[in-house]
């Protein structure tokens, strides 16, 4: 499956913290392509509301993170993005998981799909 099957497979799911967030959803790209979860690995998931919650009540938690988890995981950063590759945009101050499908990064959060040009990227990792 490529990112563009998996972003339009993704697209059809309702959001529902825990399962179709913007981490579980980078995050089960990530084992479809290395065959781990990049975040159990870590040794922290998000499993429900209250888990994302607690998450996102630390300072700077999108990026702190997933930073820690890239690192956890041996993921090196780029600055050339692909297609498949993770990365987090800055959309209205709000840090978002996000992931590249070659013209567009692409996310979600409970307000609806967020898709955004490379401008808006602050970091991104060679996940393929």
């Known amino acids: 499956m490529n990112i563009a099957e998996y972003i339009s497979d993704e697209m059809k799911k309702p959001f529902e913290p825990g399962k179709t967030d913007c981490a579980n959803t980078a995050d089960r790209w990530f084992m479809m392509r290395r065959g781990i979860s990049a975040m159990e690995h870590f040794g922290r998931q998000v499993h429900n509301a209250d888990d994302m ?3 996102l009540s630390e300072p700077r938690a999108i990026i702190k ?3 820690a988890v890239a690192v956890a995981n041996n993921v090196p950063v780029t600055r050339d993005p692909k297609p498949g590759d993770i990365g987090i945009v ?10 590249y499908n070659g013209d567009a990064w692409w996310s979600r959060d409970e307000d609806g799909f967020i898709v955004t040009d490379d401008t ?4 991104a990792w060679s996940v393929g």
């Open 65 to 67: 993170g997933v930073k």
């Open 90 to 99: 800055i959309v209205d101050n709000r840090a978002c998981i996000a992931l």
């Open 53 to 55: 919650e607690q998450w």
């Open 120 to 123: 808006y990227r602050f970091i």
